[in-house]
C-alpha cells in the first residue's frame, strides 16, 4: 500500500513525510525544494491483538509500543513525498505535472494544505490566503492530469466501435492501470456517470472529464491535513474549510510540532509516540527548549488532540480505504517456529473474506483452502466467513 503525500508548494508536504517516517529530507519555506519523490515507511496505529490474549508481540515488520492501557501496533505503509503543484500544472505552470507520475502508484492521497493562510497560490509568503481555494484546485489539477491520459489515447477508442460493456471496461483498464486505476474503480465510475451503455465514439469532452473526476474520486480518495494548525490564523481557516466541505475528512495538523517531538523523541529528551496526546520530558534541556515544548503542549496537543500526524495516516488507511488489521496466528499457538509472537499484521479491505486472507498469504493457502479458525473465539469459519478489525486467523488448507 502506498499513500501519496501532495499539495501546493511550502504546505508542509516533506515535514509530514519527515515526521513520519523520520528520513532526513530538504525542508524549506521557499517553494520547490522538493524536486525528486522521496519514499519511506511510515505507520498506521492499530490496537494489537496480543492484548486480547495477553501476550507482548514480536512484530516483524513495524513495532510495539507498550502501553498499560493495552499495546499499540504500528504497522507499515509505504509514503511518498513529490512535488508541489500550482494550480495550471496542467498547461505547464510550475514544475508542470510530469511528476504526477510519481504519484501513479498510490492508494490514497494525503493533501497537506497551509490552514494558516501564510502562503499564497504558488507556495509564496503571504497572509489572508484562504486555504479552501487550495482544496477545490488540487482536485481539478489531479482529475486533469487522468483527462489527459485518457484523451492521449482516446483516438484509438474511438475507432474500436466497442458495443460489449465488459470490452469496453477492459479497454479503459489497460489504459488507466498505468496510475492504478483499476476495473472496480472504472466500473464504479461509469455507473455513476450512466456512461456503461455509451459507445465512445458518442462521448463528449465532458463525458470524459465527469470521468476523469470520478476515477479521481475511487482511485485516489484523498484526506485532508490542515497543516501549521500552531500558527493562530488557522483555527478559523480549518473551521471554514470544515463548514465548506463537510464531506471530506479534514485533521488539523502541525507537522513542525510532529517532527519536533519525535526527533526529541529519538535524542531520549523525552517520551513520546505518534499519535499520543500528551509527552513527557526525561532529559536535560535548556530554558528555551523546554518552553518550545511547552508551547506545542498547550498549542497543539491540548488544543487539537494531537499533532494530527498520525491520525492524517491512521484515517487515510481505516477511514477513507476502509482497511481493517488481521493477524495470523494458531490456537495452539501463537508463536513462529523462531519462538516469536504474532509476529505479522496484515491491512485488508474491510470486507474481505477468510478466503481472501488465504489468497494475499499465498496463492496455494487459497486454492487448498479447506476451513479456518476464528482464534480468539476458537470458532471454526468457512470460506466466506467476513474477518473483522483485530481478528486472528489459522488457516487450513490441503498443500499442493
Ligand atoms: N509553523 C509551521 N510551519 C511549518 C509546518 N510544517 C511545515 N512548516 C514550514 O513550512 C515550510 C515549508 O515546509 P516543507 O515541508 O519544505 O514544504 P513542502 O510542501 O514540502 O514544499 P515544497 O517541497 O517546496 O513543495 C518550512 O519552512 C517548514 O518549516 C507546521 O506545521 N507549522
Ligand atoms: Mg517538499
Not at 519511506?40 to 492501557?69: I, Q
Not at 474500436?160 to 492501470?177: A, I, P, W
Not at 476451513?371 to 466466506?384: L, N, S
Request: glycine share 8%; proline share 4%; with cysteine.
Amino acid at each position: 500500500m502506498q499513500v501519496g503525500i501532495v499539495g501546493k508548494p511550502s504546505a508542509g508536504k516533506s515535514t509530514l513525510f519527515s515526521a513520519s517516517t523520520l528520513v532526513d529530507v530538504a525542508m524549506a519555506s521557499y517553494p520547490f525544494t522538493t524536486i525528486e519523490p522521496n519514499k519511506g515507511t511510515g505507520f498506521v496505529r492499530v490496537e494489537d491483538a496480543g492484548n486480547f490474549f495477553n501476550v507482548v508481540s514480536d512484530p516483524k515488520h513495524g513495532f510495539l509500543v507498550k502501553k498499560e492501557t493495552g499495546n499499540i501496533r504500528y504497522v507499515p505503509v509505504e509514503l511518498i513525498d513529490v512535488a508541489g503543484l500550482v494550480p495550471g500544472a496542467s498547461e505547464g505552470k510550475g514544475l508542470g505535472n510530469k511528476f504526477l507520475n510519481d504519484l501513479s502508484q498510490a492508494d490514497a492521497l494525503i493533501h497537506v494544505v497551509d490552514a494558516s493562510g501564510m502562503t499564497d497560490e504558488e507556495g509564496k509568503a503571504t497572509v489572508g490566503h484562504d486555504p479552501c481555494k487550495d482544496v477545490i484546485f488540487l482536485e481539478k489539477e489531479i482529475s486533469l492530469w487522468f483527462l489527459k491520459i485518457i484523451e492521449n489515447n482516446w483516438s484509438k477508442f474511438g475507432k474500436s466501435h466497442e458495443s460489449e460493456y465488459r470490452k469496453r471496461v477492459e479497454l479503459l483498464s489497460q489504459n488507466l492501470s498505468g496510475v492504478k486505476i483499476l476495473a472496480p474503480h472504472i466500473e464504479k465510475a461509469l455507473k455513476k456517470l450512466k456512461l456503461e451503455e455509451k459507445q465512445f465514439s458518442n462521448w463528449s469532452r465532458e463525458d470524459k472529464m465527469d470521468f476523469a473526476i470520478e476515477c479521481r474520486r475511487y482511485s485516489k480518495p484523498i484526506i485532508i491535513a490542515a497543516n501549521k494548525c500552531d500558527i493562530a490564523s488557522a483555527e478559523s481557516n480549518i473551521k471554514k474549510m470544515q463548514s465548506t466541505f463537510p464531506e471530506k475528512t479534514i485533521v488539523a495538523c502541525s507537522a513542525a510540532s510532529e517532527l519536533a517531538l519525535r526527533k526529541a523523541a529519538q535524542q531520549d529528551v523525552l517520551t513520546y509516540y505518534p499519535g499520543e496526546v500528551d509527552f513527557e520530558i526525561i532529559g536535560e534541556l535548556n530554558d528555551k527548549q523546554k518552553e518550545g515544548l511547552e508551547t506545542i503542549r498547550t498549542n497543539v496537543l491540548t488544543k487539537f488532540s494531537g499533532t494530527g500526524i498520525q491520525k492524517s495516516i491512521d484515517d487515510t488507511i481505516l477511514k477513507v480505504l476502509d482497511y481493517i488489521p488481521i493477524f495470523p496466528g494458531g490456537v495452539k499457538t501463537l508463536k513462529n517456529k523462531n519462538g516469536n509472537t504474532l509476529v505479522d499484521c496484515f491491512l485488508m479491505k474491510n470486507g474481505s473474506t477468510a478466503l481472501d486472507f488465504a489468497y494475499m498469504l499465498h496463492t496455494d493457502m487459497g486454492d487448498g483452502f479447506i476451513r479456518a479458525i476464528d482464534v480468539k473465539t476458537k470458532q471454526i469459519i468457512g470460506k466466506e466467513h467476513v474477518l473483522k478489525s483485530g481478528d486472528v486467523i489459522e488457516l487450513m488448507f490441503k498443500k499442493p
